[in-house]
């Protein structure tokens, strides 16, 4: 009874440590970045460790049979939520601001919703049409700030668009692989997908990571590597999918704001961005459209109402 109680507050606590994990990880990395790396290592290291780790946590819990078919379209899976969404993300980070990554990562619930439309036949209400453009007013005002940008502690269009393009890839990924992910536990779902994204990434950037001359590389940013590795990639996706098997969508998605906050914080106190007034205003518009969306009312809720 009293484990029951706490499984909400698990929940919340497993959501917003999840979402400080990648909130802190966006500074970190940037800095990483800037220091002996770039975004192919990093990306490179990304999926390699948490291969690694998923794997070897695989061994202590209860083992999952998964047939070839869904091996195979864990594969797929793959490609749109580690692939293109880790490279996008991670490239894009050591091009433009921490500050600016971080906002544009809060814009996923308005992909999936336009997604869910195409793909799941979700309705498109008035409100959520609303926070679509507001959203998408917010993103504009984020990338024209950085076009005009002189120094990248603001931003920069190519990094901004590269953040975007991985939101709209994981969004794909949850349209199109939700059932899925949802047949097997975390653990067999993010060791396979991991290992299909390392046997896809590495043939392509091994070479390059073992160019790097590792004998300069700051101590620090191996530090700063292992932080993304360990708790923004393999904690963060554990926790998140503990919060989201207890927590509505709707509250899951509310968490996203998390993220924003601490990066922001964090960069400015350490000078790795920077925070501008039109930043701000896209931060309010960003945030609206996403608070719209995720308060507007699914299928299924308009079919109970019925």
């Known amino acids: 009874m009293g484990n029951n109680k706490n499984i909400p507050l698990q929940a919340h606590l497993s959501m917003f440590t999840a979402e400080f994990f990648w909130g802190l990880m966006a500074p970190l990395g940037k800095d990483a970045m800037t220091h002996g790396i770039d975004g192919i290592d990093m990306v490179s290291f990304r999926v390699m460790g948490g ?24 594969a ?22 921490p500050v600016n990554s971080s906002i544009v990562t809060t814009s996923m619930p308005i992909f999936a919703m336009v ?8 309705p498109i209400t008035l409100q959520k049409a609303l926070g679509v453009f507001i959203g998408c007013c917010g993103a504009i005002i984020l990338i024209i700030t950085s076009a005009a940008a002189v120094s990248s ?23 199109l692989f939700n059932n899925l992910i949802k047949k097997y536990s975390v653990f067999t779902v993010n060791k396979w997908m991991f290992l299909w994204a390392t046997l896809m990434i ?19 940013t191996w530090w700063e590597a292992g932080y993304v590795v360990i708790f923004g990639t393999y904690m963060g ?3 998140t999918m503990v919060g989201q098997h207890s927590l509505r969508p709707t509250v899951v998605s509310i ?43 699914s299928k299924r809720d308009l079919e109970t109402k019925k």
Not at 115 to 122: A, G
Not at 157 to 171: E, H, K, P, T
Not at 262 to 282: C, D, E, K
Request: hydrophobic share 55%; glycine share 8%.
């Open 153 to 175: 502690k603001v931003g920069d269009i190519r990094g901004d668009l590269m953040c975007l393009g991985a939101q709209l890839s994981f969004a794909l990924y949850l349209a």
């Open 237 to 239: 996706y554990i926790l």
């Open 115 to 122: 997604l869910s439309f195409f793909i799941l036949k979700e």
């Open 202 to 220: 590495w043939p392509f950037t091994g070479s390059h990571v073992m160019d790097l001359n590792w004998a300069i590389v700051p101590t620090k």
């Open 51 to 74: 291969a690694i780790l998923f794997w070897i946590t695989s061994i202590f819990v209860k083992k999952e049979t998964v047939p070839t078919k869904d091996k195979l379209l864990l």
């Open 255 to 297: 968490y996203n704001y998390v993220q924003p906050i601490v990066s922001v914080t964090v960069s400015i106190l350490t000078g790795i961005g920077v925070f501008t007034l039109m930043q701000g205003v896209a931060v309010i518009f960003v945030f609206s459209g996403v608070w719209l969306v995720i308060k507007s009312k």
């Open 76 to 97: 797929g899976a793959a490609i749109f939520g580690l692939v293109c969404n880790q490279c996008l993300y991670t490239i894009g980070l050591s091009i433009t601001s």
